[in-house]
C-alpha cells in the first residue's frame, strides 16, 4: 500500500506533506496512520462509513463518454478550421448518446482537448486549450512535465478527444449534531498498540457529534469499517462527521 502511495505521489513529483490521507474501504483506516506516517503526510480524513464510500460513489457519479478522433493536423489556421468541424461533429454523437440514457441537454457537460507533440517525438501530451495560442499551451504543458520545451520546433496535433459528461444529482450536503470537549467512549478494551498492551476506549461512529475530541489511543467502530488512531496523533470530528486525525 505505501509503495502504491509513492507510485501516485512521490513518483509523479508530488510533496506528500502538502496532501492529506482519505482512506475506504472496511480496513483502510486500520493502516491509514501508519501509512501517513510512511509517507509524512500530515492529516488523515477518514470520511463517514468509508466501507460504503466506493458505493456511493456509483450511485452519484457522473456518466462519461470519452471519444477521440485521429487528425494528424499542423498547427495551422485551416487545420484549425477544421479541427472546430471535428468536434462538432464528436459532440453531436455524444449528445446523441446521452440523451438515449435519459440526459437532457441541460444536464450534459462536453470537455475537449487535443493529444498534441513535437513532430517526430512517440508520445503526445493532452492539452485542454483547443483554440487561440494552442502551440504556447502545449509548450508550457511539455516543460512543466519534462523541464523543458522546444520552442522552436514544429507541434503536430495527433489527435482530438473530447470527455462528454451526463450529469447526476448530487447527495445534499449534511451537518450531524455538535457538541463540545472530549468525547465518552462507549466501551473500553485492552489492545495492542505499538506492540504495548493498553486501556483502549472505543467509540461508535454513530455516537460521536460534530466538534468533539477523541481521547487517544483509541478504535473506532461502525457498520462498515473500524479505524484505528495511536495515543501520539490527535482526532477530532468535523460537523460534517469526518474523523480529522493529525500526526
Not at 95 to 122: D, T
Not at 161 to 167: E, I, Q, T
Not at 170 to 187: E, F, M, N, W, Y
Request: net charge positive.
Amino acid at each position: 500500500m505505501e509503495r502504491a502511495l509513492r507510485h501516485i505521489s512521490v513518483e509523479r513529483g508530488h510533496d506528500p506533506r502538502q496532501f492529506a490521507l482519505l482512506p475506504f474501504g472496511g480496513a483502510g483506516g486500520l493502516h491509514a496512520v501508519e501509512l501517513a506516517r510512511a509517507l509524512r503526510i500530515p492529516l488523515v480524513i477518514a470520511p463517514p462509513a468509508p466501507g460504503a464510500l466506493s458505493a456511493v460513489g456509483v450511485m452519484v457519479a457522473d456518466v462519461i463518454k470519452d471519444q477521440s478522433r485521429t487528425v494528424m493536423f499542423a498547427n495551422e489556421p485551416k487545420q484549425i478550421t477544421r479541427l472546430a468541424k471535428v468536434f462538432a461533429e464528436m459532440e453531436r454523437e455524444a449528445r446523441g448518446m446521452l440523451q438515449g440514457e435519459g440526459f437532457a441537454r441541460a444536464r450534459q457537460r462536453h470537455e475537449r482537448s487535443l493529444a498534441i507533440r513535437y513532430r517526430g517525438q512517440s508520445f503526445e501530451l493532452e492539452v485542454r486549450n483547443t483554440t487561440g495560442d494552442i502551440a504556447g499551451s502545449f509548450h508550457r504543458a511539455h516543460a512543466e512535465r519534462y523541464g523543458y520545451a522546444q520552442e522552436n520546433s514544429e507541434i503536430e496535433i495527433v489527435s482530438a478527444r473530447l470527455r462528454s459528461f451526463g450529469l447526476v444529482p448530487k447527495l445534499p450536503v449534511t451537518r450531524i449534531a455538535s457538541s463540545r470537549g472530549v468525547a465518552k467512549s462507549h466501551d473500553k478494551v485492552s489492545a495492542y498498540f505499538g506492540g504495548r498492551k493498553l486501556s483502549v476506549g472505543v467509540y461508535r461512529r454513530d455516537e460521536l457529534r460534530g466538534g468533539v475530541k477523541l481521547k487517544t489511543p483509541c478504535i473506532i467502530t461502525e457498520y462498515s469499517a473500524t479505524t484505528l488512531i495511536p495515543s501520539d496523533a490527535r482526532a477530532r470530528v468535523d460537523q460534517f462527521g469526518n474523523i480529522l486525525i493529525t500526526l
